[in-house]
């Protein structure tokens, strides 16, 4: 993924998938980013990579499509974890947009989360995978085209069962061997 012009942001793309709830009060939750995965631009976010911006305080926007006029809602929680950087906000009512991006979600028309940063440390593997070891976190948009495929959407109703945890988990183990014999 190439950099915005002067400003140095650059965005990834990050499907919904089983990751993402929205309700009817327009809290949408997930993950806007997988450690260990290569997204389709060949870079990989290692643990710990947004932990310095996060510290930092600063407010992570919620944007449509990386549009820094379309402010569509508040982050009401980002932050790190054993699988990567999980959010959870708001769209605002009172935002004409966010009502389009609640009705297009539920519907299934936009499934991808994005988030825009600039590169802080980052590395080059042995395969050539650019990997991100610290970030500097801006935003996480609500996006058409994901850039990391993995992601899926979760209903709230899939939640209530544990069975698209248990089968992510599985998921992630067979993908984690599979990167070890490609080593």
Known sequence: ?????????????????????????????????????????????????????????????????????????????????????????????????????????KAGAIDGLSIGYRTVKANKDERGRRLLSEVELWEVSLVTFPMLPEARVESREGKSDGLNDLAQVFEDARRNLAARKAR
């Open 1 to 105: 993924m190439k950099p915005l012009s002067a400003s140095g942001l650059e965005m990834k793309f990050h499907g919904f998938g089983d990751e993402l709830t929205l309700g009817d009060d327009h809290v949408i939750e997930g993950y806007a980013s997988l450690f260990g995965a290569t997204d389709q631009g060949g870079d990989v976010v290692e643990k710990g990579a947004y932990a310095k911006s996060l510290k930092a305080g600063r407010r992570v926007k919620m944007l449509w499509q990386h549009d820094p006029n379309e402010p569509i809602g508040i982050w009401d929680e980002v932050r790190e974890d054993s699988r990567g950087l999980y959010v959870k906000g708001r769209l605002l009512d009172d935002v004409a947009r966010a009502r389009e991006a609640a009705a297009l979600t």
